[in-house]
């Protein structure tokens, strides 16, 4: 080979190798992946399952069947859309008299420091340690006829309460009671986004204390307070034990159609059916909330 041939080549540039990538998985995707194959085996899975059992005929219990509406058309022509109401009632009734009560609580308890703070959000957390059952059955022996206020108002004045249980406001105090804390701790998140320069600047330039409200207080605490609204929302929606306690059948509700067919029914399709019914009812307030909530915001990202 001449010198001139290997001044030409030792002058080409190096042509490229093509390597193999390794494919690149991120971490976050790994540290994640128990906890993904737990939710599917725990959650996707039974989930499904649900669904399929609610195209399966009447009183079967097996799932190789030939899929059928007749679930979904029983639970139209037996009325069950009145236990649907009355669970959507109770729903929106609660979370409008939480609103009321528990953002005026988190806007004291935001101005509250210290130990005070601490402790009354320890009084407001500590019920939440004991069994729904046992605080409701307290409540019962509360209200009801020969109970404590029933017996100590006729000790101290001679009038009697009778039973104040049994009906819809004892249900309905029963969920907010319950429910009260999911509440009032996302209103609390919310309105850590309102700055006190912001709500100071407004008092400054003449603003009214329903004006700072409205323009200032209001939007900023606002994804808290739709976050608040929906998770209390969702969770009445399926409230089994304050009817079955407060109301003792005075009113019907979805969950306990469920209960009911899935137990003593012994109908898995129609309990799969409505179940299903209420996931599409409580997934659809989800997808409404979500489009208007801003989670970055709400949690400060930016």
Known sequence: MTDAAIETLAEEPER??????PLKVSEGFVAALPIIILLFIGFIGPMALVLIYSFMPRGSFSIPASP????YVDIVE??????FAWSLFLAFISVVILLVVCYPLAVALRRIKGRRAHLLTLLIVAPLFVAENIRLQGWVLFFDKGGFLDGALKVVTGLETGSLVNNVPAIVFGICYIYLPFMLFPILLGLGNVPREAREAAYDLGGSRWRVFRDIELPLAMPGILIGSLLCFVISLGAFNEAKFLGK????????DIESAFTFGQNWPRGSALSVLMIVLAGSAVWLAMRRVNLDRMLGRR
């Open 68 to 71: 059928s509406l007749e679930n």
């Open 249 to 256: 059948g005075v009113i019907v509700t979805v969950a306990q």
């Open 16 to 21: 490229p190798r093509l390597r193999l990538l």
């Open 78 to 83: 037996q009325d069950f859309y009145i236990s």
